[in-house]
């Protein structure tokens, strides 16, 4: 599996199945974010967890996706996503995502602005991998996304929504979440290659994915 994270809470996932390779895509944001959304991917799955200019823009994409957009449970092309309700306590829709593929479970917490209900952490259990919002404004901020991850346990987590240059909204920076962990495994990649033999055992890995 290939991860590659193009700025806010967009990830392109690489996923192999046993018949094909699927690629998947959450939150494609408008330009109008100040980041420039790339042109010329080609998906076969899109989702969107929430509403606004950065997760929306779907025609942004080529090869005529299937999109989820609401919570239930789905299969396209042998990838399995669970989209657990999990609304803002600013107000709101929103949606986590647990991505089946390749023996992984991939949790993306959208714009999720709070720590997880009891009720939400049941449905979304077992997570390898946790994408969730560090940068505070709209989404969480480090001090909760920490409490997160003490709720989810995962064993690699890949901080999303956060500041980047260019970029119209005031979010924090994602040093600012790895200080607000203390010591913790940092890993530094413009893309990041995981089959479910590499994961960690014991210590939990942070990737930190650049644009």
Known sequence: ????????????????????E???VTDPYQNTTGLRFPRTIAAELAV?????ENANNVTALTGEPYLIDLP????????FVFGVKANLKAGGRNFVSVIEAEGMRIAH????DRTLT????????????????????????AKV???VISQVEPRVVIPMTYALPAMKENLATVDSFCKELGSCRREEMNKYKVAKKDLPDEDMLIVTLTK
Not at 48 to 52: F, Y
Not at 109 to 112: C, E, I, M, S, V
Not at 122 to 132: R, S
């Open 22 to 24: 699927i690629t998947i």
């Open 145 to 147: 996304a920490s409490q």
């Open 48 to 52: 969107s967890s929430h509403e606004g």
């Open 1 to 20: 599996m290939q991860i590659i994270w193009h700025g806010l809470s967009s990830f392109e996932i690489r996923a192999k199945t046993s018949s094909d």
């Open 109 to 112: 917490l959208g714009a999720l």
């Open 72 to 79: 239930g449970e789905y299969e396209v092309k042998n990838i």
């Open 118 to 141: 009891d009720e939400e952490l049941q449905k979304m259990n077992n997570v390898d991998i946790l994408m969730l919002p560090v940068g505070g404004g709209r989404v969480m901020d």
